[in-house]
């Protein structure tokens, strides 16, 4: 913890890359857990395809409509608050999530890169145009139940959730966003993330290769490979907390002076 704490007081680029780990600790169900209840009978890699939506774009929309409102109905944690305060202590901070709510923002982190798109940004299947104004239904939908997706005003094609799907590329800009940081930060955070999932798996990597340090924030231990990586294990909350303390306390005693 120390030795992470002084790494990021002495960081002139920090890049926090955050997952599903950093949700779950606001209640918000990993992709993998989160069929309960009426939705057990569905495989999430076959309700999360173009294929599915064509096939049945009520039972998914449906789904995704369950899915946001469970967002909107959790608080951003003490992971999320530690982000925004982290931003305020060091001279730059990236965050990239490959998360797909919106507690990052709702903790007060403006500017994220959000590599599989958003639950609150729907666009058009059709046409592509993003839509703006849907009404957001604080009453969790029923489990399970089918619900039909808007039309788009444009072209009048259903309207879909803008979150990558299985099969789908990850959109070029915020990928390459999060590239450029990685390559050039000197410090990266990779907290509550599996590793596995790529392309986005390639930014810590990628932070590593261009002489940065990487810190892994998890659950279970993360198999380091050098001197440069290092791994914190336990809930994302309580170690930023604790490490935004320690950086505070480290810069509160730089700027004190005997009397």
Known sequence: MQAVAEALRTARHV????GAGVSA????????????????????????????F??????????????????????????????VELAGLVPRLTLVTQNVDDLHERAGSGGAIHLHGSLHAPRCFACARPITGLAADL???????????????HCGGPVRPGVVWFGEELPTQALEQAFDAA????????????????????????????????VHVNMQPVEVGGAREMSLVGAAGELLAALVERVKAADGASHSHPS
């Open 54 to 83: 064509r096939r049945d774009p009520a039972l998914v929309w449906g789904w995704y409509e369950w899915r946001r409102a469970r967002v909107l109905a959790a608080q951003p944690n003490p992971a999320h608050r530690a982000i």
């Open 183 to 214: 390559q050039s930060c000197d410090l990266l955070l990779s907290v509550g993330t599996s590793g596995v999932v790529y392309p986005a798996a390639q930014i810590p990597r990628l932070a590593l290769q261009a002489g940065a340090r990487v």
């Open 139 to 153: 009453r969790e939908p029923q489990e399970g139940r089918r619900i039909d997706p808007p039309r788009c005003a």
């Open 15 to 18: 890049v926090v890359f955050t």
């Open 25 to 52: 600790e606001s209640g918000i169900p990993t992709f993998r857990d989160a069929l309960t209840g009426l939705w057990q009978r569905f495989d999430p890699a076959e309700l999360a395809t173009p294929e599915a």
